[in-house]
């Protein structure tokens, strides 16, 4: 039963009924915190709810996701499951992005831990291979995130530590910077190190950096901090739906508290879609309450403020922390140890034949993949691969392209039969009468040129 670990270790081989009720609605821990409760129970409005864009380790879907789950994609290829990432002090861990996305809209349906926003959706891109993930592929990620017909309005990235070289710094920073001036959010996570200084990607000035907190608003010790953080929310023991949509974990660090903040930004600005990127972040910096100088996530006084205060319902109760019910008879080879020990160090009863035992699950760490890199200064100096298609679709007379491998300062050529057409984005959106083949070709400029990618036309784009 190890891939029932919920990232890592700690809760590996639990078996694990379903869920209490306070972990499923309005009372969840980190609902509490956020002043959020409200969300759980808000539907998309008329327009429609925009999507978080969730670049992690894949999403997948055997948990309680639902119709929030709208896309998974992956900058590497096949397939779009969640093949893990792995922590900052090289643990594996297996399901970190599904996690973060339950985190941001798992549905209120009586199992697991719901969403922040359940009417939220959900795309994920897959950014991680053998466990680990490079700058190049997150520039890729956000190229991917910003597909027209996907609504994103917030990418969320939980990931601290990357490791980097000046050159993939400074693309990766001017990417954020692009993404979030046509109009997408872009939230990170501050890291876990406990330094006084933020990680990349959240130290780039362009994103919208999370710290982690109690739920009495105060930094969580593991945090990094700095005045460059823009906001905190709880980032302890927060409550995640894990495989097969009706168990629950625990998890801990910013990873957890990006999402919160993620999904709180695409409620704003699904209800209010005139507020650009800066403006939804400056609503909720103002009406954060403060916490020992630190500005903690207040969702309920934004919505008041934005004159939204009609959706705000005072569903407010005391937290309770997530507690995993284990049943007794279950127990053994693949549940817990005879005399588990809970989070806080207390031994629990052993269980006998007809008990059911709730124990305390351990706080689990938060995966802040640091990555060493090759210097990649040198990286330009090879010649672009091969594209690889990632989507086509011909609808009358409106021919769209895209495809996986371009890099930030490559040059697209797309021959659509005789006509050429010139991009430094990774699409094509033209309007043809017919077609029959579109050659894709890139070109690294002081480097050379790819092979040709080359698609034929066939039945399905008739």
Not at 8 to 30: C, I, K, N
Not at 64 to 90: I, K, M, Q, Y
Not at 156 to 178: D, P, T
Not at 421 to 436: A, E, N, P
Request: some cysteine.
């Amino acid at each position: 039963m190890r891939r029932l670990a919920v990232l890592g270790a700690a809760l590996a081989g639990v078996l694990v009924a379903p869920g209490p009720a306070h972990a499923d609605g309005a009372g969840s821990p980190q609902a509490i915190a956020a002043r959020a409760e409200f969300l759980s129970s808000t539907p998309a409005p008329p327009g429609g709810a925009g999507a978080v864009c969730v670049i992690d380790s894949g999403v997948d879907t055997n948990t309680d996701l639902g119709p929030a789950l709208v896309e998974r994609g992956s900058v590497l290829g096949p397939p779009f499951d969640d093949l893990g990432a792995t922590s900052d002090t090289g643990v594996p861990l297996s399901k970190h992005g599904t996690y973060v996305a339950g985190v941001i809209a798992s549905q209120v349906d009586g199992v697991g831990a719901s969403g922040i926003w359940p009417a939220s959706k959900v795309v994920s891109v897959r950014a991680f291979s053998g466990g680990m993930t490079t700058a190049n592929a997150y520039i890729q990620a956000i190229d991917s995130c910003e597909t027209a017909h996907l609504n994103v309005r917030v990418i969320n990235l939980s990931i601290a530590g990357l490791s980097m070289s000046q050159v993939e710094r400074n693309l990766l920073g001017n990417k954020i910077h692009q993404v979030r001036a046509n109009g997408i959010n872009v939230v990170a996570a501050a890291g876990n190190s406990g330094l006084a200084d933020l990680a990349y990607p959240a130290a780039f000035p362009d994103a919208f950096a999370v710290g982690a907190t109690d739920h009495n608003g105060v930094l969580a010790s593991f945090t990094n901090a700095s005045s460059e953080m823009d906001i905190a929310t709880f980032g302890t023991e927060v409550c995640l739906t894990t495989a097969s949509g009706y168990r629950m974990g625990v998890g801990t660090g910013t990873s957890y508290s990006a999402p919160i903040v993620s999904a709180a930004l695409n409620a704003l600005r699904s209800y209010r879609p005139s507020l650009s990127p800066g403006a939804a972040e400056e609503a909720l910096v103002a009406s954060a309450r403060v916490v020992n100088g630190v500005r903690v996530l207040d969702v309920a006084q934004t919505f008041v403020d934005q004159g939204l205060g009609a959706l705000v319902a005072d569903a407010s109760r005391d937290a309770a922390p997530c507690e995993v019910v284990v049943t007794a008879s279950n127990a053994g080879a693949s549940g817990p140890a005879v005399g588990t020990v809970s989070h806080d160090g207390r031994d629990e009863r052993q269980p006998t034949e007809q008990d059911n035992v709730v124990i305390h699950a351990p706080p689990v760490t938060a995966p802040m993949v640091s990555v060493p890199l090759p210097d990649i200064d040198a990286m330009p100096l090879g010649a672009p691969p091969r594209p690889t298609l990632k989507r086509i679709t011909f609808r009358r007379g409106h021919l769209r392209v895209a495809v996986w491998g371009p890099r930030a300062g490559d040059v697209v050529t797309f021959t659509v039969d005789r006509r050429r057409f010139v991009r430094t984005s990774s699409r094509l959106d033209v309007r043809v009468r017919s077609w029959r083949t579109v050659t894709v070709r890139l070109r690294r400029p002081g480097t050379g040129s790819s092979p040709s990618l080359v698609i034929r036309r066939s039945r399905e784009f008739s």
